[in-house]
């Protein structure tokens, strides 16, 4: 499973409060990916990481901002949730080899 | 813009028989093509990549082909099982930072 961890699980939060996921990876991985996934759209990219510091937006970045101070973790965080935010959210890192990508247990979050 | 195509319709097979899943892109020049199984609740789980300059790639009871003048990948199960029962998601690559997905096929074997 490549060693990521996703916390938390599940969250049920409202409109209007910050939330912070977080992706914690114990094999050094350089590249980390947060995707959101919906019925009818499958997997999107919000904002992945090449390195500590550095960051780049995906195809649905809006509304979310991403952290990455030390290389085992990644935060995405949710500074003012909508309910249009109300998704399974999935983190990701890129193998050392490969391109291929693996993948967290995800984070099933509800914005009411 | 680039687009992914999969089937978004569930395939329905019997078991034994073999399942075939087409992904189409467009706008594209991925120099590899990877395929993912997602199970209900779990995040998306890594089977194979295929490279531009294979034609063919198989691992044990899976085979994925990938033409590139056709902009297509198939992704084959022979003698399936219930236990192939997820959805397969297709990712064609071109080398930068980050992989698009397409929106997946479920695929349902029947006992």
């Known amino acids: 499973d490549a060693g990521i961890t996703q916390s938390p699980r599940h969250k049920v939060t409202e409109t209007g409060t910050p939330v912070t996921l977080r992706c914690h990876q114990t094999?050094?991985?350089?590249?980390m990916y947060w995707y959101r996934q919906d019925p009818g759209h499958g997997l999107r990219l919000i904002h992945y990481?090449?390195?500590?510091?550095?960051?780049d937006k995906g195809e649905v970045s809006d509304g979310y901002s991403v952290s990455r101070s030390k290389t085992e973790d990644f935060l995405l965080t949710l500074e003012s949730a909508t309910s249009s935010q109300t998704s399974v959210y999935f983190c990701?890192?890129?193998?050392?080899?490969?391109?291929?990508?693996?993948f967290g247990p995800g984070t099933r979050l509800t914005v009411l | 813009s680039q687009k992914i195509e999969q089937n978004s319709e569930a395939l329905n097979i019997q078991e034994g028989k073999t399942a075939t899943l087409t992904c189409n892109y467009t706008?594209?020049?991925?120099?590899?093509l990877q395929w993912y199984r997602q199970d209900p609740g779990r995040g998306p789980v890594f089977l194979l990549l295929i490279r531009e300059n294979e034609k063919e790639k198989r691992k044990e009871r899976l085979k994925v082909t990938f033409d590139t003048t056709l902009k297509q990948s198939l992704f084959h199960i022979t003698a399936s099982q219930p236990a192939d029962s997820a959805t397969y998601l297709c990712a064609p690559g071109t080398g930068r930072r980050a992989l698009t997905f397409g929106s997946g096929t479920r695929l349902q074997v029947q006992p």
């Open positions: 094999e050094n991985h350089r590249y």
């Open positions: 706008n594209y020049s991925p120099a590899y």
């Open positions: 990481s090449y390195g500590v510091k550095d960051t």
């Open positions: 990701a890192i890129k193998g050392l080899i490969t391109d291929t990508q693996y």
